[in-house]
């Protein structure tokens, strides 16, 4: 196909699509003209388009839409999304909106709806919920610092989420409440994650002693959650004695999961190549235990043989935690073996830090690097949201990009422009809000 054919097809395929707009547009004007009383209205500002795999055939019954979201739609409200609930035919099945006093209580009897909107609460960007987001922590305090934390990290295919259902379903028959925390992966892309961890948890999910919370990771560094401190502090005081952390897995980037968990476990495959390959890879420095997933069937040969390899390697790496010997372990999720013996050695784990004394300086570690990780993404947002600063900001990167200043220059002016004052008046706002 020449470079011309290929002009002309793609003048006609945009054409095609102009042209279905325009008809799906036309459809949408003449349901809103010719709508019953009883019809739900699409509200002002939406589309909704034809995916190619639906008949073309198929009626209003072929529940198979794609609706353009709420893209220049000023007013989010929910009875502005739902033209239903503000016209009053339709009733919420929940308050829509919860007081200070609604979330710590119900959070504090372990209302599992209360605690979601709780977790959602903390993790809003909004400047508006964060005053009250802090409060209901603050106030919810008191009851956290009791629970197991525990970080499992490991190379994305390495079975991960299969071992945790495995692991929480075992706890929960030992009478544990676990709550569970997942990292997705964040689209650099389209900038949202699939959430999907949960699905891959069926039978946990349904326990009412299991809490699955999956969450974006939102582009931190080692596929963290920027909340998940927060959000785990709210299981804790929901009545979790057993905090599970799955991150994203992506190798060397894990050492925030380290900065917020209790014992740290690496989930490893056979074939990850030789000794000094392992050695390579930081996060094994971190680890307070290694395990050998898939151990079973005619893997188990491989997985004995991979178990004697990490236990070479971890010779010559300094232990996560002093006094603690890092050693590697075989499990199969699938086959539910080498669970309990993993326990055995987190329990173990547990005792020798609390009567050492490791145990309450990780955590007071924790709580400072806490406090220095909030330091930094505050001071972020009040350098990128200053107005000053977002004025200044297009007139400095089309400098740089011309090639007029060097990115130091540029670094250098928009840091001398920069009101520490005002900033803080901002920030001393957002803390304490006018009421």
Not at 211 to 217: E, G, L, V
Not at 230 to 235: F, G, K, R, Y
Not at 404 to 418: D, M
Request: with cysteine; aromatic share 4%.
């Amino acid at each position: 196909m020449s470079a011309e054919q290929g002009e002309e097809r793609l003048k006609r395929i945009a054409e095609e699509n102009a042209a279905q707009k325009r008809a799906e547009a036309a459809a949408i004007a003449a349901h809103h003209a010719t709508a019953t009383p009883g019809e739900t209205e699409l509200p002002k500002g939406y589309t909704v388009s034809r995916p190619s795999w639906r008949p073309e055939t198929g009626d209003e019954k072929f529940a198979c839409g794609v609706m353009s979201g709420i893209e220049g739609i000023k007013d989010t409200t929910v009875g502005n999304l739902n033209p239903a609930l503000k016209s009053g035919k339709m009733k919420p099945r929940r308050r829509m909106v919860l007081s200070e006093d609604d979330y710590v209580e119900g959070v504090a009897r372990g209302d599992r709806m209360t605690l979601s909107r709780a977790i959602t609460l903390i993790e809003s960007n909004s400047p508006r919920h964060f005053p009250k987001a802090q409060r209901v922590l603050q106030r919810l305090l008191p009851r956290t610092g009791k629970a197991l934390r525990i970080g499992i990290t490991g190379v994305p295919g390495a079975g991960k989420s299969t071992m945790i259902e495995a692991l929480g379903n075992m706890l929960c028959n030992d009478g544990h409440r676990v709550a569970i925390l997942t990292v997705d992966p964040t689209s650099a892309i389209t900038k949202g994650s699939i959430l999907g961890d949960k699905t891959r948890m069926g039978t946990l999910a349904r326990r009412p002693e299991a809490f699955i919370r999956p969450s974006p990771a939102g582009g931190t560094l080692g596929g963290v959650a920027r909340k998940s401190r927060e959000t785990m502090l709210l299981c804790e005081a929901a009545g979790y004695d057993i905090i599970l952390i799955e991150t994203v897995g992506v190798g060397q980037s894990e050492v925030t999961v380290r900065s917020m968990v209790d014992f740290f476990l690496l989930v490893v495959l056979t074939g990850a190549g030789d000794e000094l390959q392992g050695i390579k890879k930081g996060i094994m420095e971190l680890a307070d235990a290694i395990v050998v997933n898939k151990a079973d069937g005619d893997n188990l040969l491989k997985a004995k043989v991979a178990r004697g390899e990490f236990e070479r390697m971890i010779e010559f790496i300094r232990p996560a935690t002093p006094g603690w010997p890092t050693h590697a372990y075989l499990a199969s999720a699938i086959k539910k073996t080498g669970l309990q013996e993993l326990w055995e050695v987190i329990q173990a784990f547990e005792q020798m830090t609390k009567k050492s004394g490791v145990w309450e300086k990780r955590r007071e570690s924790q709580l400072l690097d806490w406090m220095h990780s909030m330091i930094d993404e505050h001071l972020h947002n009040l350098f990128f949201e200053d107005p000053v600063i977002t004025g200044r900001m297009p007139e400095v990167k089309e400098a740089v990009l011309s090639g007029a200043i060097s990115p130091t220059q540029a670094v250098a002016e928009l840091i001398g422009i920069f009101d520490v004052q005002r900033a803080a008046k901002r920030q001393n706002d957002l803390f304490h809000p006018q009421t």
